[in-house]
């Protein structure tokens, strides 16, 4: 799958989608992951999470280096672009679909909507209603026949089964000190999709395991995220890091900060003629 880290030193990332500009919340998870590793005598990583052709754009890739510059962070070179290593993630797919442990979902979000709302009652996930296993069941002819008829489709992890594969997992949050995995709250994730070969429970699970990440520092938002790559780690038998899931940072309304808010991104508070240090003074 690629590049290895340098074992036995401490490694983190700080792991952008190039989807706008940075705003002060990922200026605060970047300090966090960057003075984790100088308290560990590591070294920080860069990687640009670029999978999404279609909201990703070149000119916030640039945008990001030069702010995260301009602010007085170094990092390792090369940067790792999602979007240049695709065949590390179909590696890892092929795997787990040989292990009997992915299905095709051919449904859209209309159909999905429909069937959660006959179901009355449907369990919901962190991020919503889970999805209800509309094509689980399906027959192999019948995937087969649908495929071949250029359907679209996503690829989804059989959660069940796969927890039957891994047994009992638990992963360590330093905040939280150690936590029962439970990758059932998210259902049946979608880990890849015809016209994109990956999604982010893979990439990042992947990308971490390759660039040996030894401590993934991430917003407490993607918490649950995190019992779902704890399942897939276990599944490719890669590295067990450790987490943190640090508090999100919110404006004076209470709501998180957003790409779209330039009055908090680090481009808006240069273009208004802030200085480096009154952008940290921004931070807690």
Known sequence: MGEAGVEGVEVTRF???PTGYL????????RVARDAAREGGGRFLLRM????PGRCRPEFEEAIYEDLGWLGFEWEEP?????EHM???GEALARLEGMGLLYPCFCTRREIAEEIARA???PHGPEGPLYPGICRGMSVGEREERMGRGEEYA?????GRAMEVAGDLEWVDLERGVIRARPELLGDVVLARKDVGTSYHLAVTVDDAIQGVGLVTRGEDLLEATHVHRLLIALLELPVPEWRHHRLLTGADGKRYAKRDGGVTVRGMRERGMGVEEVWGQLP
Do not use: N, T
């Not at 705003?23 to 605060?28: D, Q």
């Not at 690829?155 to 959660?159: I, K, N, P």
């Open 87 to 89: 065949d590390d993630y």
């Open 15 to 17: 792991a952008p989608s």
């Open 120 to 122: 009355g009652a449907a």
């Open 49 to 52: 999470e670029d999978i999404d």
């Open 155 to 159: 690829m989804r992890l059989d959660v």
């Open 23 to 30: 705003h002060l919340g990922h200026v605060y998870s970047a």
């Open 79 to 83: 940067v790792r672009r999602q979007s």
